[in-house]
């Protein structure tokens, strides 16, 4: 009688037997590396996560040997980085094998908005280096109202709606919007 087999729902995780052709891999063992790997992955994004917000809180800093590119630099990937931890953690979480639950489907709300961020922080990065690099834009650099300007392009690119009257006329601006319009759908 196998009383193990009824209580595994997820077919992914099998009950351990005797002789196993997976190389001696039997669900106790698979279930602790997992853990294993859940937890090198959380370290990891709460390292990510802390050097983000170093490098962002860095550029706030009154230092007059900086220069405006590498205040940008470290505010911008900041933000990138902090937002990109949680983010893959999450996806982690997301994609995991298992039956789709509605935590699930808010973790995939989160990773949509997440990316609109992470898009959002690398347009305004590209816009600080380059002002002409989004065709249209009012907002001023710094400004709060930049921060809205920059959300309304990624996510015009994200959802792929389509622009109004702000656009990416950078070569590179406008593959990074490309790019954002691929992942979108998925």
């Known amino acids: ?5 009824p209580l595994i729902k997820d077919r ?24 294993r790997r859940n937890a090198v992955s959380e370290a990891g994004a709460i390292v990510l996560i802390l050097l983000g917000l170093a490098a962002a809180a860095a550029s706030y800093l009154p230092s007059g040997q900086w220069s405006s590119v590498s205040i940008a630099v470290l505010r911008r990937g900041g933000t990138i980085l902090s937002f990109s931890a949680p983010t893959w953690v999450v996806a982690h979480a997301v994609y995991a094998p298992g039956r789709i639950t509605f935590h699930r489907l808010q973790g995939a709300i989160v990773i949509y908005l997440s990316l609109a961020t992470i898009f959002a922080a ?7 280096l380059d002002p002409g690099a989004v065709a249209n834009l009012v907002a001023r650099m710094g400004d709060p ?3 809205g300007t920059m959300l309304y392009l990624s ?5 792929t709606t389509g622009y ?11 593959s990074l919007a490309n790019l954002e319009s691929v992942i979108g759908p998925f």
């Open 145 to 147: 109202e930049e921060v």
């Open 1 to 5: 009688m196998n009383t193990i087999g």
């Open 12 to 35: 992914s995780i099998r009950p351990a037997t005797a002789i196993d052709s997976a190389g001696g891999r039997g669900y106790a063992s698979s279930r602790g590396d997992s853990d």
């Open 155 to 159: 996510l015009t690119t994200l959802t």
């Open 122 to 128: 690398a347009y305004s990065l590209i816009w600080e």
């Open 164 to 174: 109004g009257h702000i656009m990416p006329v950078d070569p590179f601006a406008r």
